[in-house]
């Protein structure tokens, strides 16, 4: 229901788009954000920091996670415990590194209807950000175990209501956005074999505002904030005997991953359900 929600929501937008009269194209000095544009918006994407993310288990292989991985003397296996961003070089560091941060590139297209100071309008965005998302976890054989969200692209279509005082515009703008997400895993741990899934296109919501400031006629520059949010809750990664494991039978039972009576593996996924980043961009448009 709540992606069939933000599909309508975005084909709303988009039809929207292409519904406005052609009368209300023309831009006149009276109307200045009244009109079609293109433009384009970049700046530097943050990320929250996910306190307590962590990695979660099923050991039972009944789909349900939260189960302890135990070494063979029942002790935590896992109890060097977990950390928010990516395992640092060095399986005995025990540490993370901060989430990536990054630049972020988009092109834009509108189309905005000004009536006196109010100004109604879509907009519709396609780009890609550098920023990569990831929560790591220390066992104690040592090794370290990574898992790790990129954006590889973004889509989004917007609404956006403003108030304009001559030339300057205030808006907040709200929308469903449709995002590329690469689900990655890296490991330490050379005696288990590892396979990861997962990545795939996710529907989300974005939301913001900011200030757009015409320089002339048909050119203006602005400032803005949008909030993302996408849910990325498919990634998995199972957990089998590797090539050493196999060839040997006593570390094969003592292995935590493996040991009896569910001798077929282990799966992962992440406790954080959300990929959420806060960006802060220039932005700048070409008016007809």
């Keep these: ?20 009269p052609a009368q209300a194209q023309e831009v006149t000095q009276d109307r200045p954000f009244s009109g079609p544009y293109i433009g384009a918006a970049g700046g530097y994407d943050v990320q929250g920091n996910d306190v307590g993310s962590s990695i979660l288990f099923d050991r039972n ?29 060095g399986a005995a560091a ?21 009536r006196g100071n109010i100004v109604i309008g879509v907009v519709g965005e396609f780009g890609k950000s550098e920023i990569t998302d990831s929560t790591s ?62 990545s795939k296109n996710q529907w989300g919501i974005l939301g913001g505002g900011g200030i757009e400031q015409k320089l002339t006629k048909n050119i203006s520059i602005g400032m ?21 494991l196999a060839g040997s039978p006593v570390l094969l039972a003592n292995n935590p991953f493996l040991i009896a009576p569910n001798t077929s593996g282990t799966d992962f996924r992440r406790s954080d359900d959300n990929f959420r980043w806060h960006s802060l961009r220039g932005t700048v448009a070409f008016r007809f």
């Design 1 to 20: 229901m709540h992606y069939t929600k933000l599909t309508a929501l975005a084909g709303f937008a988009v039809a929207s788009l292409f519904s406005v």
């Design 137 to 198: 976890g220390f066992s104690t054989t040592p090794a370290s175990y990574t898992m790790a969200r990129k954006l590889k692209w973004e889509g989004s279509a917007r609404g956006r209501l403003g108030y304009a005082v001559n030339t300057t515009l205030f808006y907040g703008t709200f929308g469903a956005g449709y995002a590329k997400i690469d689900n990655l895993f890296f490991t330490t741990n050379t005696a288990n074999a590892f396979s990861a899934s997962g």
């Design 61 to 89: 292989g009944d789909g349900q996670f939260g189960d302890s991985v135990n070494t063979i003397t029942g002790a935590n296996a896992f109890s060097p415990g977990f950390c928010n961003g990516s395992a640092r070089t």
């Design 224 to 244: 803005e904030y949008m909030f993302h949010q996408y849910q990325d809750n498919d990634a998995r990664v199972r957990v089998t005997a590797g090539t050493a």
């Design 94 to 114: 025990y540490g993370c590194r901060n989430d990536d941060d990054g630049w972020a590139y988009y092109g834009r297209a509108g189309f905005d209807v000004q």
